[in-house]
T-cell receptor, first 113, second 113 residues
Framework: EAGVVQSPRYKIIEKKQPVAFWCNPISGHNTLYWYLQNLGQGPELLIR????????DSQLPKDRFSAERLKGVDSTLKIQPAELGDSAVYLCASSIGRSTEAFFGQGTRLTVV | AQSVSQHNHHVILSEAASLELGCNYS??????LFWYVQYPGQHLQLLLK??????LVKGIKGFEAEFIKSKFSFNLRKPSVQWSDTAEYFC???????????FGTGTRLKVLA
């Protein structure tokens, strides 16, 4: 079974530029999560989807971050414009439902210079 | 606010030594509990989980954890560590009301051969 696939694995951009991350969850997983992981910290939830509906986006900085999950399958997380403080690892995870365990992708390491 | 505390940030052990990593959470309601592991260069993987029932749960690779409700704890144990257990370990709590995962800051384990 294929795991959660994220791309790109690494991204280096200049500040004020836009950037987008893509996630393809495990087939059949209705719940999709985007997490932010800073160095030396645990993952922090940015947004959770149930199918195509964002059911928890309370931690998403909506002035510069946006996400979508069209058709309830893969998802895109965008930052526009990026700031130096956005340098981190962005993790995508999925689960069959909100009550089951989450499976994580490899993450995208973003460096903003 | 809900939080998860992992008391040991760095642990160094020799092979065959016993391991116990502490995890405490602050939340008065019903929770699901998880330990995830991240091997160098790899994605977060589920080690074990507790949803209900026997508070002593067994996971992969000889790991186990005990849920002590009165102490709000979910400590991870392994009787004899191996060099291949070198990794970062994250405790996570999911509240059954909001279905939100809250992660600890992680413990970096280094096992000396």
């Amino acid at each position: 079974e294929a795991g959660v696939v994220q791309s790109p694995r690494y991204k280096i951009i200049e500040k004020k530029q836009p950037v987008a991350f893509w996630c393809n969850p495990i087939s059949g997983h209705n719940t999709l999560y985007w997490y932010l992981q800073n160095l030396g910290q645990g993952p922090e939830l940015l947004i959770r989807y149930e199918n195509e509906e964002a059911v928890d986006d309370s931690q998403l900085p909506k002035d510069r971050f946006s996400a979508e999950r069209l058709k309830g399958v893969d998802s895109t997380l965008k930052i526009q414009p990026a700031e130096l403080g956005d340098s981190a690892v962005y993790l995508c995870a999925s689960s069959i439902g909100r009550s089951t365990e989450a499976f994580f992708g490899q993450g995208t390491r973003l460096t903003v210079v | 606010a809900q939080s998860v505390s992992q008391h040991n940030h760095h642990v160094i052990l020799s092979e065959a030594a016993s391991l116990e990593l502490g995890c405490n959470y602050s939340y008065g309601g019903t929770v699901n509990l998880f330990w995830y592991v991240q091997y160098p260069g790899q994605h977060l993987q589920l080690l074990l989980k507790y949803f209900s029932g026997d508070p002593l749960v067994k996971g992969i690779k000889g790991f186990e954890a005990e849920f002590i409700k009165s102490k709000f704890s979910f400590n991870l144990r392994k009787p004899s560590v191996q060099w291949s257990d070198t990794a970062e370990y994250f405790c996570a709590v999911r509240t059954t009301g909001t279905y939100k995962y809250i992660f600890g800051t992680g413990t970096r384990l280094k096992v000396l051969a």
